[in-house]
């Protein structure tokens, strides 16, 4: 059965820095992997997805993820944080392809001024 | 171009109360998913329609069903609600027929519903 692991729930940093969020997969099948991100109070916005066409894959406001098949492991990041990363950030995978999504718990990730 | 829009915003149901929410998916899509997302918590998968049947199921009890109509449009109903079913309902839209692999989901906002 497929499953996500976020590994920090609650991630700090400070704007400017840069920013890890983890996450490791469980799959039988050549996984879909995506990342959305919920502001508060919203609904979930695409950051990113692999669908094994690059394993460097670039998303929106300047992240990206890596997947690591060897790892087993799609961990996010972005170089410099701003104060609008601000928010719910959830790995996912899809079980199976063009099926349902199954969600990480979720890691919330505060910048500080 | 319109994305996924859900209504209500929010709502207030009592015990034993039943309910509908619905949703309207992005232009070109054909699919629709429902999910669950409980406070602080991942949005847990209810049940995914397409040409207008049920194809997918999460582990949910039958109290909750859903519909979907020729345009594609989307249901969701909660009967004999109980104070668990307090959470954001959320549904996301996709098609079924892209070339592309992975199955992409775009979301609306949610409706909030607070059972008393």
């Known amino acids: 059965a497929q499953s996500v692991t976020q590994l920090d729930s609650h991630v700090s940093v400070s704007e400017g820095t840069p920013v890890l969020l983890r996450c490791n997969y469980s799959?039988?099948?050549?996984?879909?992997l995506f990342w959305y991100v919920q502001h508060p109070n919203k609904g979930l916005q695409l950051l990113l997805k692999y669908t094994s066409a690059a394993t460097l894959v670039k998303g929106i406001n300047g992240f990206e993820a890596e997947f690591k098949k060897s790892e087993t492991s799609f961990h996010l990041t972005k170089p410099s944080a701003h104060m609008s990363d601000a928010a719910e950030y959830f790995c996912?995978?899809?079980?199976?392809?063009?099926?349902?999504?199954?969600f990480g718990k979720g890691t919330k990730l505060s910048v500080k001024p | 171009d319109a994305g996924v829009t859900q209504s209500p915003t929010h709502l207030i149901k009592t015990r034993g109360q039943q309910v509908t929410l619905r949703c309207s998916p992005k232009?070109?899509?054909?699919?629709v998913s429902w999910y669950q997302q409980a406070l602080g918590q991942g949005p847990q998968f209810i049940f995914q329609y397409y040409e207008e049947e049920e194809r997918q199921r999460g582990n949910f009890p039958d109290r909750f069903s859903g519909h979907q109509f020729p345009n594609y449009s989307s249901e969701l109903n909660v009967n004999a609600l109980l104070l668990g079913d307090s959470a954001l309902y959320l549904c996301?839209?996709?098609?079924?027929?892209?070339?592309?692999?992975?199955?992409?989901?775009?979301f609306g906002p949610g409706t909030r519903l607070t059972v008393l």
């Open positions: 996301a839209s996709s098609f079924i027929g892209r070339a592309d692999p992975g199955d992409t989901q775009y």
């Open positions: 232009s070109g899509h054909d699919t």
């Open positions: 799959s039988s099948y050549s996984p879909s």
């Open positions: 996912v995978v899809s079980d199976p392809p063009q099926g349902n999504l199954i």
